[in-house]
């Protein structure tokens, strides 16, 4: 079964990733912000990290570098969520170690591909 955390600070977007997923054979862990999500992810060892870019306490940036950067996560699938679609923006995040980039809003079942 795959491990897939969510990682969103907005609320509503948030519930909605949520019941997108719900319905795929997943185990599902959601986080608010990235020191949670970097939290859970040490602990719980998911396979994909979709996170968004713009987050208090810790960038999405930030948390995938962090990810890519220490050896027991480094192999974790990491997918950058933005509703920045600034060039810079995408070229940062896979220079962190993003693997791949989607920009809000985006297509659920685009995500589900992806995933």
Do not use: H, W
Request: glycine fraction near 4%.
């Amino acid at each position: 079964m795959i491990k897939l955390l969510l990682v969103e600070d907005n609320e509503p977007y948030l519930k909605t990733l949520d019941l997108v997923f719900k319905k795929e054979d997943l185990k599902l862990f959601l986080a608010r912000d990235g020191e949670e999500a970097l939290r859970i992810a040490r602990e719980e060892k998911p396979d994909i990290i979709i996170s968004d870019l713009m987050m208090p306490k810790m960038s999405g940036d930030k948390l995938c570098e962090t990810v890519k950067s220490d050896p027991e996560l480094s192999a974790i699938y990491f997918i950058m969520l933005t509703a920045l679609s600034d060039t810079k923006n995408v070229v940062q995040g896979l220079a962190n170690g993003a693997d791949d980039y989607l920009i809000k809003p985006c297509n659920y079942q685009e995500i589900l591909a992806r995933v």
